[in-house]
């Protein structure tokens, strides 16, 4: 890594940690510090060769103001802050939501069906590419499967670039600029984060996938966390180095 030397991960649940950006960071030699607003820690101060790691959570951009986060709102501006420093970051889900609201945009209740009613996307499915595509080329030849565990879409900022979608929800993966990525998928999942998430969020997966929801989610973990192991730490790769130029 030439610019980057740290990864600054804000982090806001236990069992929704960096996973695969932890992994990757070490191999690279990189400093990680873990930011948990969750149980009080302060915004950090940060610094060039910094690169914040969002990660998701259950609260969401409505929640912001509200008695239960309040660290949410300060989380935003910190954001909104380090965008206008043109600081390096990453959002995963809930931090892809905070990135595209501090540059402008913001969220509604994904829907799905006709007439359309509420209903999370949750579970493996494929992401595409959109024609505007042209930072990730070489990873989107064909779609990839990738996790999906989520309740509201993001309505992007204007200066936010759309990279790919899924056939529920299009605001998959967009950029600002180029030096902040939002993804709303799980890209970090291990087999140890999933089944934690399985055990934690049983009412959130039956109302997205029903009675048999978790048998379903574990059937498709067989079937694709190791399959996809490469191809999603190749994408961690191939941000790292859009990032670090």
């Known amino acids: 890594m030439k610019r980057i030397k740290r990864l600054l991960v804000l982090q806001h649940l236990e069992i ?12 690279k030699d990189l400093k990680i510090d873990v930011v948990r607003l969750d149980k009080k820690d302060p915004l950090p101060q940060t610094k060039k060769g910094d690169l914040i790691l969002i990660m998701g959570g259950p609260m969401g951009v409505k929640d912001i103001g509200s008695d239960r986060y309040p660290w949410l709102k300060l989380e935003r501006d910190f954001i909104k ?24 945009g913001n969220v509604e209740i994904l829907k799905y069906g006709s007439p359309p009613k509420a209903l999370p996307e949750i579970g493996w499915s494929q992401i595409f590419k959109d024609k505007s ?14 996790l999906h565990w989520h309740g509201d879409r993001i309505l992007l ?5 759309l990279l ?8 998959q993966l967009f950029k600002i ?20 998430w399985l055990k934690e969020d049983r009412e959130f997966i039956l109302e997205g996938l029903g009675a048999n929801g978790q048998e379903i989610l574990r059937e498709e973990n067989k079937k694709y966390i190791d399959k996809t192991f490469l191809k999603r730490k190749l994408l961690i790769s191939k941000l790292f180095e859009l990032l670090d130029n």
């Open 177 to 196: 600029d180029d030096f902040a990525y939002g993804l709303q998928f799980h890209i970090e999942s291990t087999g140890e984060i999933i089944n934690k």
């Open 157 to 161: 900022p204007k200066k936010a670039v």
């Open 164 to 171: 790919a979608s899924s056939a529920r929800c299009k605001e």
């Open 81 to 104: 802050k380090e965008l206008e420093n043109e600081r390096p970051m990453i959002g995963v889900c809930l931090g892809a939501q905070l990135l595209a609201n501090a540059a402008g």
């Open 133 to 146: 595509n042209k930072d990730l080329n070489e990873l989107f030849e064909e779609p990839f499967h990738v």
């Open 16 to 27: 929704e940690g960096p996973g695969l950006f932890e992994q990757f960071a070490k191999e």
